[in-house]
């Protein structure tokens, strides 16, 4: 539906463990800035869509799959896709690679559901944020 967007990451001391591993919830971090990042890309301010028009984005929905193991001071490369628009949500296929390497560290499949500020209900996603 959409084309890869990808985000560079490092991996700093608190994110590892005490072997120097990436901790295995860090990996969400790293994946919603891609996310994040991506909606920046195409124009949506999510503060300004919280203030003007009371809606946020909540993961409704995580799948991941870990290939190989991420490491203190690794450079990475997060990606998104918008896999599929829905009435209320969003489907994301990501994957986190190790820069220069290319080397596939995560996969991840995402659901993130457009809800009320106020409410937390499910609300349509406004057709003007994403065009055909």
Request: proline share 4%.
């Amino acid at each position: 539906m959409s084309a890869s967007f990808v985000w560079p990451v490092r991996v700093y001391y608190e994110d590892t463990d005490a072997g120097g591993v990436v901790y295995h919830a860090r990996y969400l971090h790293f994946l919603e800035r891609a996310r994040s990042e991506w909606l920046r890309s195409i124009g949506i301010d999510q503060s300004r869509l919280k203030r003007e028009r009371g809606l946020v984005f909540v993961v409704g929905k995580l799948s991941l799959s870990f290939r190989r193991p991420a490491k203190l001071d690794d450079e990475l490369l997060a990606s998104c896709v918008l896999a599929e628009r829905r009435g209320a949500s969003l489907r994301f296929t990501q994957e986190l690679r190790k820069a220069g390497s290319e080397q596939l560290l995560l996969q991840a499949e995402v659901l993130a559901a457009c809800v009320d500020a106020e409410s937390f209900r499910p609300t349509a996603l406004p057709a003007d944020l994403f065009p055909e």
